[in-house]
């Protein structure tokens, strides 16, 4: 038993010996030689992306291979940073692994884009490149630059900052996180609105005063002021400020379209209308705006009317130009809709408009 447990140990040190020297002596040495060379795209590749498009291939990114000194698995990444950014933060497209290609989708470079803070529908200028990765030695290709227009299907924001906002309920004068927005009709879409108050005039040659429109919440994004004739708009660095005359509750309407490119302004009041209220159907009963609350109220006795054919509406400007009634009767507004229907009592009627295209109402009991 003995000359047995004796035999073993010996081969064992043996075989130990016999791998480590023959292992080290055989192991290839690791050295970075040849980089990766990029191959396509070619330099100025524009890609315009489309969200129905998501699952095809925006690109098949190729290149030669990298040369490590022997026979090797390699893996390639290829990122993609913004230009002039030094790949600092760069976004990873695919990753393959001893191969000379990778298929990347629309919806991958769209990712990417926007990681990178693209602004969706304007296009930006990305450069991309191949790292290629042995153990921990790492070798990079060439720099590609391309140009991306990305896409979002959240449905596209403005941001109105201004010198108007202390004084008008919306935090600090030019601070994007407390201002009022205006919302597109849809991703993709450039036709924006919202209602926005003003408790004094905006002369926009006084400093400080005036505001734009912004398409981030902060001035990285494009920017908006006046355009050079009235009602237009310009995304120039030096444009002036956009400017209001006379105080008051606005509708802001806006078309960010480069062939477009359009503002306008229409001053509000707001009041209920209807055979339900005191006015019936020849007189508004006018309502109170709270800069606080940035909602209108009123407290009004009704009568008891059904709708569609009876009850009430709201109506700015003691006219039809503009007017709001709940079709769905969910107490969601829509632009011309259908008349409220109504129960008798006292009620608090309140109207907020504060929320770009969904604008809603409440009317509370008494």
């Known amino acids: 038993m003995k000359n047995i447990t004796k035999s073993l140990i010996a081969l064992l040190a043996l075989v130990a010996i016999s791998c480590s020297v023959e292992d080290v002596q055989d192991r290839p040495v690791i050295e970075g030689v040849d980089s ?38 390699i893996t390639y990444t290829v990122e993609m ?4 950014n030094s790949f600092k933060t760069p976004k990873e497209l695919g990753t393959v692994k001893s191969q000379n290609q990778v298929s990347v989708s629309v919806g991958k470079l769209n990712s990417g884009a926007l990681a990178l ?58 601070t994007h996180s407390s201002a009022p927005t205006l919302i597109a009709e849809g991703y993709g879409k450039t036709a924006f609105e919202g209602y926005v108050y003003f408790a004094t005039a905006q002369d926009p040659t006084q400093d400080g005063k005036g505001y734009k429109l912004s398409t981030e919440a902060g001035w990285g994004g494009t920017n908006y002021g006046a355009g050079a004739t009235a009602g237009t708009l310009s995304s120039a660095g030096d444009a002036k400020n956009l400017g209001i005359t006379t105080p008051g509750y606005y509708r802001i309407k806006a078309d960010t379209d480069p062939a477009k490119l359009s503002i306008a302004t229409l001053k509000t009041t707001w009041g209920i209308i209807g055979n339900a209220t005191p006015g019936g159907w020849d007189a508004d009963t006018p309502m109170a705006y709270d800069p606080a609350t940035k909602k209108w109220t009123v ?36 632009e011309g809709g259908t008349n409220i229907g109504t129960t008798a009592g006292k009620f608090l009627i309140t109207l907020d408009l504060s929320n770009p295209r969904n604008y809603t109402y409440t009317m509370v009991k008494q």
């Open 36 to 73: 990766p060379v990029l191959t396509a795209p070619q330099s100025g590749a524009a890609y315009v992306l489309k969200p129905e498009a998501a699952d095809a291939q925006a690109e098949r990114f190729t290149w030669n291979s990298a040369n490590y000194g022997g026979d090797v698995e």
């Open 117 to 174: 803070s693209a602004t969706p529908f304007v296009a930006g200028d990305f450069e991309v490149r191949v790292k290629s990765t042995v153990s921990t030695n790492v070798m990079y290709s060439n720099v590609v630059g391309i140009v991306v227009t990305p896409y979002t299907t959240e449905t596209p924001k403005l941001w109105v900052p201004g010198g108007y906002q202390s004084t008008s309920g919306y935090g600090s004068d030019w």
């Open 81 to 84: 940073d913004k230009k002039g």
């Open 299 to 334: 407290t009004v006795t009704l009568t008891a009317q059904s709708a569609p054919d009876n009850g009430l509406k709201f109506r700015a400007n003691g006219n039809w130009d503009l007017n709001f009634g709940d079709t769905g009767a969910n107490s969601t507004l829509e």
